[in-house]
């Protein structure tokens, strides 16, 4: 038993610590580079963290509205019709969080009984399932399988029963860095019309995308009433330590996430939301700045790990490159791999394995999560620390 199991509530105990933090303590413990936990070592625009200081300077200090700054709330709102069409009211329709994270967490809480299902897609970012065993719901998974992270449309069809409440999907995706195609998003918003299922997507990687466009789910043919859509300033800003995010959609579904939000943390930090605001409004061509520099990131870490031998899936988004270490690390698993990888290389890596069902010890067993958010010489630095491995 996990020191502290024993008062942690039994729906906890699977979710432990989470990998990020884990990694992250033993990155800082063996002094290795950190391609582990997804946070850029640099931060974003000057311009941005001025706002934030003049805000507090200003006196932006105490509880700032629960459903957000009327600023922000307003530039959500003109980011959603500028970018993709989508017109909210600010006034209802956008609800400010504490990250995407608490969005998550809250719009599970608020939208899902006890033993609801929610459909999502394995391998899934850790909070999901967490989250669902939080709101006493149970997550029902639908494999994305490699080379192209792509699933089996009958599998998804039969993922959906009586108890289905909705279906949560995260496009760019994290792990795999997978941005689903046109056809994929058809295919999910078909099954959320016949079903008349809920939706809620997460898009934090919204602006890191560097193949294809991002097309949120609300913008497809019957959708716009029945999806809630996540996203944060934290990824498309480099700030991830702001923890600023929203949610936005339908006047009843902001309603219901608001209710459960106001008893979590009620309300985010003021300077940071003014801040987030005015990133918002940012020219298309600086909001596009990030991708294009990570995407040569990728890039320099994707061809760097193919000429040391790994199975490499070049993702076309997020902060992650996912690849499959069975030929370089004979017979080990991903989760050996990565708890002797700062001991044998000083380099941290996430083990994908964690992204899917614990009861399937098979599923992503060799698969490798890399984080490319990095300087230049770091990457350079992992991959010649990565070069000394050692079948
Ligand atoms: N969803 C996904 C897919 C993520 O990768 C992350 C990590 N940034 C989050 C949600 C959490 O976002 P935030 O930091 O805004 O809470
Ligand atoms: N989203 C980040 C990742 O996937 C981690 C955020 C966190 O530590 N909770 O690496």
């Not at 193949?211 to 990824?235: N, Q, W």
């Not at 996430?350 to 069902?357: C, G, H, L, Q, T």
Request: net charge negative; aromatic share 8%; glycine share 8%.
């Amino acid at each position: 038993m996990a020191a502290g199991e024993a008062h942690l509530a039994r729906r906890l105990r699977p979710f432990g610590t989470t990998i990020f933090a884990a990694m992250s303590e033993l990155a800082t413990a063996t002094g290795s580079v950190n391609l582990g936990q997804g946070f850029p070592d640099a931060d974003g625009p000057v311009e941005l963290r001025e706002v934030a200081v003049a805000a507090i300077r200003a006196g932006a200090n105490q509880y700032p509205p629960s459903a957000g700054v009327p600023e922000l709330r307003r530039a959500v709102a003109a980011h959603q019709r500028a970018w993709y069409g989508l017109e909210l009211d600010p006034g209802t329709e956008v609800l400010v969080t504490v990250g995407a994270t608490e969005a998550i967490a809250a719009s599970l809480l608020a939208l899902c009984e006890p033993g609801d299902e929610v459909v999502m897609f394995e391998p899934s970012y850790d909070s999901y399932a967490a989250c669902c065993a939080m709101a006493g719901a149970v997550p029902r998974l639908v494999r994305l399988r490699a080379p192209d992270w792509s699933f089996d449309p009958g599998e998804l069809a039969a993922a959906v029963g009586p108890r289905t409440r909705l279906l949560l999907l995260n496009s760019p995706h994290n792990p795999t860095g997978k941005v689903f195609s046109a056809d994929e998003l058809g295919q999910v918003a078909a099954l959320c019309v016949a079903h008349d299922l809920l939706a809620v997507t997460d898009e934090v990687y919204e602006h890191l995308v560097f193949e294809g466009p991002h097309v949120p789910l609300a913008t497809l043919p019957g959708m716009r009433e029945r999806t809630l859509t996540i996203s944060s300033g934290g990824k498309t800003f480099s700030f991830t330590g702001w923890k600023v995010g929203w949610a936005c959609g339908p006047a009843p579904l902001v309603a219901a996430v608001r209710a459960a939000k106001q008893f979590l943390t009620y309300t985010s930090p003021a300077p940071f939301q003014l801040a987030v605001a005015h990133g918002l409004g940012f020219a298309p061509e600086a909001m596009g700045r990030l991708a294009v520099e990570l995407a040569a990131k990728r890039d320099l870490l994707c061809h760097g790990l193919a000429a040391l031998g790994h199975t490499v899936y070049r993702p076309a988004a997020t902060y992650f490159a996912t690849t499959d270490i069975a030929t370089v690390a004979p017979g080990l698993s991903a989760e050996e791999y990565c708890a002797a990888l700062p001991e044998r290389c000083g380099v941290v890596a996430i083990p994908s394995s964690v992204f899917y069902d614990p009861a399937d010890p098979v599923a992503g067993r060799t698969l490798v999560r890399w984080a490319f958010c990095k300087s230049e010489t770091v990457l350079r630095d992992a991959l010649s620390r990565l070069a000394s491995w050692e079948a």
